[in-house]
């Protein structure tokens, strides 16, 4: 019923920039939180930037003064801008979005956790 569809990933050298793009669509009804994490191989998967419906942020650590996250709620759309990419930037970014959509005429389902399918972002050094 539901689906987030990332963009924007890709090689780019050390220092460069990228934009990704989540896209959410379907019966959706609301859309409270959104955020990007990412996982490099072997590690866990981290919160990188969330905003809330409201637009306020936060960001891990790692990322502060680098990467800015936005969002379009007319277009249920959350962005992720990324500058100065380090090497250690590499990894699979997934959308998450915590959502309520419709099943059925006065049902709906609030999902916490909704995530899209990743998309791969490496830094070459």
């Known amino acids: 019923q539901v689906q987030l569809v990332e963009s924007g990933g890709g090689l780019v050298q050390a220092g460069g920039s990228l934009r990704l793009s989540c896209a959410a669509s379907g019966s959706i009804f609301s859309i409270n939180a959104m955020g990007w994490y990412r996982q490099a191989p072997g590690k866990q998967r981290e919160l990188v930037a969330a905003i809330n419906s409201g637009g306020s942020t936060n960001y891990a650590d790692s990322v502060k003064g680098r990467f800015t996250i936005s969002r379009d709620n007319a277009k249920n759309t959350v962005y992720l801008q990324m500058n100065s990419l380090k090497p250690e930037d590499t990894a699979v970014y997934y959308c998450?979005?915590?959502?309520?959509?419709?099943?059925?005429?006065?049902?709906?389902?609030?999902?916490?956790?909704?995530w899209g399918q990743g998309t791969q972002v490496t830094v070459s050094s």
């Open positions: 998450n979005a915590d959502l309520v959509y419709t099943i059925a005429i006065s049902t709906r389902i609030h999902e916490y956790d909704y």
